[in-house]
């Protein structure tokens, strides 16, 4: 079944603590990207992966680092989470042009104490 | 900068009702429009999309969304509402930076009464 797999579903966390949210696609899709969601505001994009070793800052890069070693895996690094981090996070990936629909990953829920 | 407004923050509407879901954008060229649904605890799935030609759309679930350029607007609607349709909506326009990068707007919760 193609998807993409998030890791874990709950996270709860202190600030300072490193953490990592995995992300996984089994579609070959080139294109990967982070994305969370808050109250009022929609999705907003993190960073983005156009392909292996590729990635680049979206909208709310603050805080988050990404890494794209292979082509299925983009995890998420919080190196030292804070409060205003906790949030709905969204992994999503498609073949990358404009008109290929993002498929999404079933969401991470982040609470930082 | 490319934006998307869904001026309706909530929506109820009774089961069996007709449903129409707004969306504005505001784009340069001639964008690609999406609309996605998100189930409670769940990812969102596509329900339909847009790029060029007939401007009436039809997508998963019985939705359809008509593409009006001159009120840069992509509205989604549905003839006759099922409980299960209970999700929150998003529209959304690809962004011209950031390779496929899909611009949200803030989403429209849907209820529905039986």
């Known amino acids: 079944e193609a998807q993409v797999t998030q890791n874990p579903r709950y996270l709860i966390t202190v600030t300072g603590k490193k953490l990592t949210v995995t992300c996984s696609q089994n579609m070959n899709h080139e294109y990967m990207s982070w994305y969370r969601q808050d109250p009022g505001l929609g999705l907003r994009q993190i960073y983005y992966?156009?392909?292996?070793?590729?990635?680049d800052k979206g909208d709310v890069p603050e805080g988050y680092k990404v890494s794209r070693k292979e082509k299925r895996n983009f995890p998420l690094i919080l190196e030292s989470p804070s409060p205003n981090q906790t949030s709905l996070y969204f992994c999503a990936s498609s073949h990358g042009q404009g008109e290929s629909p993002l498929h999404f990953g079933n969401g991470t829920r982040l609470t930082v104490t | 900068a490319q934006s998307v407004t869904q001026p309706d923050i909530h929506i109820t509407v009774s089961e069996g009702a007709s449903l129409e879901l707004r969306c504005n954008y505001s784009y340069g060229a001639t964008p690609y429009l999406f609309w996605y649904v998100q189930s409670p605890g769940q990812g969102l799935q596509l329900l339909l999309k847009?790029?060029?030609?007939?401007?009436l759309v039809q997508g998963i679930k019985g939705f359809e969304a008509e593409f009006k350029r001159s009120q840069s607007s992509f509205n989604l609607r549905k003839p006759s509402v099922h409980w299960s349709d209970a999700a929150e909506y998003f529209c959304?326009?690809?962004?011209?930076?950031?390779?496929?990068?899909?611009?949200f707007g803030t989403g429209t919760q849907l209820k529905v009464e039986l």
């Open positions: 992966s156009m392909n292996v070793e590729v990635t």
């Open positions: 959304a326009v690809v962004s011209t930076g950031g390779g496929n990068k899909l611009t």
């Open positions: 847009y790029f060029s030609g007939d401007t």
